[in-house]
């Protein structure tokens, strides 16, 4: 078979070093502290990741409760439940020949150029980057469901390996000797598609291969909680303005000193605190957080992950705005700041790309449902639709554009669209 005779070419030597260690020497304990139950999986349903509040944090922060459940941040910021994000039954194990197949039949490889011929030349980083995610999200590598390989070998690790060739292009265009800026990677996705645990599966990658790299939200450049008040008194009756989320709630001087800075981090030794905006202050209202809990990054990072709902939006005729939501009038004027202030910044995109708005609906809902599941404060379906609804209108409004045009000032060599379904997994794009 042609399959046994790629299998069996000197590049693939690695391959065999690998599955061993994987399939057969893999010490669960070694990695968590005994807590091997957390590894397996009890359904044959993918989690969904964007549900949980996951810390960006470095890996190396990372514990485990004694109980086996909880994956947490030293910093106390954020945790989630194990758990509930992995089942206990194992799954059918896969055979090394079947997971080629399985990454050789991905929807993005074609996208990215890439041939079944050059995966298997660097099928040991596939099957390398495979265990690191599956130490991440607590997974046994020999018992993975479909649901689960699909999410890790059709989508975190090829998005992965695209980055990897944007970072390597991207050195290159820099005279030897010169210093070498930081690679700023653009995310933009709708709200619950599953971007913020896709940013932190690259994230964990990046330190795991040994380069540093920054993790940055638009949600930590939002108004203070004054500035806020401010925005909403001097907006009275335009509900697009009266919570932080459209254009025009977020503080974009802020927004290019910080990128700024980050962007200098090229030495050994430089360092500076990322900034963090707490969700939960002032009774949802929310508030930037406390410098002092604020997380520090140091240098010489290679890449900075930059990710957010509306990143790449662009101003559009009025006439437009208006048809969709007269109260968009303004947001659409205040969008024009925005380009110099965060889009100017990046120099590879990834754009995820949903079918149909009203999924940002659902995937709310599960997500809150999870949250009162667990015992925690969620918002009621009431809570959700009126929430979600005052995204809506810009939703309908740009996302046309950024899936026809793409984002502001973007390379077609440089972005990367990603089509998604109902479930948040990648398909076949049109």
Known sequence: MALLNILSQPTMSGLTKIASLSLYNYNPSSLHHGYSNAFHCTCNTFPCFSSLSIARTPPTKQILSKSGN??????????????????????????????????????????????SESVAESVDKWLQYGLYLCRLFRLNELYLTLPQK???????????????????????????????????????????????????????????????????????????????AKLRESNPGNALLEFRGNAGSHDLPFSVETLTAMMKLTKEGTKMKLPRYNKSAYDGRGDRADPSTWPEVEGPLTVILFEGWMLGFKPIPAEVVKAVDPQLEIVNKNLEAYYNAWDKFIKAWIVIKIQDPSFVYQWRLQAEIAMREDGKDGMTDEEILDFVSRYMPSYKAYLPTLYSEGPSGSDPEHLLVIDIDEGRNPILGC
Request: hydrophobic share 40%.
């Open 150 to 228: 699909v999410r890790l070998y059709h989508y975190y690790i090829p998005v992965f390996l695209w980055i990897e060739q944007q970072i390597s292009n991207h050195s290159s265009s820099f005279e030897d000797g010169k210093e070498v800026l930081p690679l700023v990677v653009g995310f933009s996705a709708p709200q619950g598609c599953g971007k913020t645990t896709l940013v932190f599966a690259l994230d964990y990658l990046f330190r795991m291969t040994g380069r540093k790299s920054a993790t940055i939200s638009i949600d930590d450049f939002y108004l203070t909680a004054e500035e806020q």
């Open 70 to 115: 909880t994956i947490a941040s030293t910093d106390g910021r954020r945790q989630f439940q194990a758990n509930s994000v992995f089942p206990t039954t194992p799954a059918e194990v896969s055979s090394v020949d079947d997971l080629f197949d399985f990454i050789c039949s991905g929807p993005l490889l074609e996208k990215m150029g890439f041939t």
